[in-house]
């Protein structure tokens, strides 16, 4: 049997058809799902997101955690709509140094929310949302999106993409880098794993592909893209992830109270000093930071779908056991 028709039978379970008739409740703010073990939550938000769509955000209580729980997404579903949101950084914020792969992913995250017809699933953790973000105000401000058909100037975009910090190479092999030959343009952007190739046909833009830096071969035809600066060492990271997010999304959280704790308890650890990309002080390092209090204020004004622990305090919830 095939993993999505799994998903298919899972799906028409009595039990699930009920989440689903009440989140078609406005007044169902706060659900409790018990009875969930091993891939079992992944299997709900997949069974959701395919009967009803919308945008989704998935908070586990760690990286590695967070890891499983995205790969099972992917498996369940097959859709690209699924994302993983990490931490800018490579082992923690407090040693200061950036991890270049995760900053596309986060940035990939944070352009695919200028869409708001995208659905979409986030899968991530404390660490990540312990950090701060642009603004979509400012991501808009520093993105130029580019789409099969415009009327658009190659030269145009190469004097953009010189004011937004790229490096003219003769081949491009790193975000942050585009190539001009003839007609041909391409471009390694902040927003994607893989750089784009844009075809013109005189002042009209032709084809999009992206390609793999390797085999230069094509990789996916695709109908517009963002082009997007590297933004994470930038000072005007002042939001969090879910202030970006659309009113409507459903949040799902293995234990929020954990999370809360655990940005917490990042805001009050010294940064570890080591060399020139370490913080100087503590100060320093909590303006890339928010803290617990401000990540449970924003996550309490979304529908929220607890997997995992009951949800602490007074606060009234809906039962429901698959």
Avoid at 24 to 52: V, Y
Avoid at 192 to 217: A, H, K
Wanted: net charge negative; aromatic share 12%.
């Amino acid at each position: 049997m095939e993993v999505q028709e799994l998903l298919k039978i899972y799906a028409a379970h009595p039990q699930v058809a009920a989440l689903d008739s009440l989140l078609n409740n406005d007044s169902s703010r706060n659900i409790f799902l018990k009875g969930l073990n091993g891939s079992g939550a992944a299997m709900t938000i997949a069974s959701l997101f395919i009967k009803r769509r919308g945008s989704y955000v998935c908070i586990l209580n760690d990286q590695e955690e967070a890891g499983y729980f995205y790969h099972d997404l992917v498996q369940l579903t097959g859709d690209d709509s699924i994302f993983f949101f990490p931490s800018a950084y490579r082992r923690s914020i407090k040693y200061g140094h950036i991890d270049p792969a995760n900053e596309i992913l986060r940035t990939e995250v944070l352009s695919t929310l200028q869409d708001p017809d995208k659905s979409f699933v986030i899968v991530t953790y404390p660490d990540a949302l312990a950090e701060k973000v642009i603004s979509q105000e400012v991501l808009k401000e520093n993105t130029l999106k580019i789409s099969v058909g415009e009327k658009l100037d190659n030269m145009f975009v190469s004097d953009v993409l010189d004011e937004y910090g790229f490096e003219q190479v003769d081949y491009v092999y790193e975000p942050g880098q585009y190539a001009l030959r003839g007609s041909i343009l391409d471009v390694f952007s902040f927003s994607y794993e893989f750089p784009y190739r844009i075809d013109f046909f005189g002042n009209e833009v032709e084809t999009i592909r992206s390609f793999d830096v390797e085999t230069q071969l094509s990789k996916e035809k695709l109908d517009s893209i963002y082009i997007v600066p590297e933004m994470t060492k930038s000072n005007r990271s002042n939001s969090s992830l879910l202030d970006s997010l659309p009113k409507n999304t459903l949040i799902g959280a293995r234990d929020l109270a954990w999370t809360k704790e655990r940005i917490d308890s990042i805001w009050n650890e010294e940064p570890v000093k080591a060399d020139e990309e370490s913080f100087a002080d503590i100060d320093q390092m909590r303006k890339k930071l928010i803290t617990g209090e401000d990540f449970l204020r924003s996550a309490l004004s979304f529908r929220r779908i607890h997997f995992g622990v009951r949800p602490a305090g007074a606060v009234s919830y809906t039962h429901l056991t698959l």
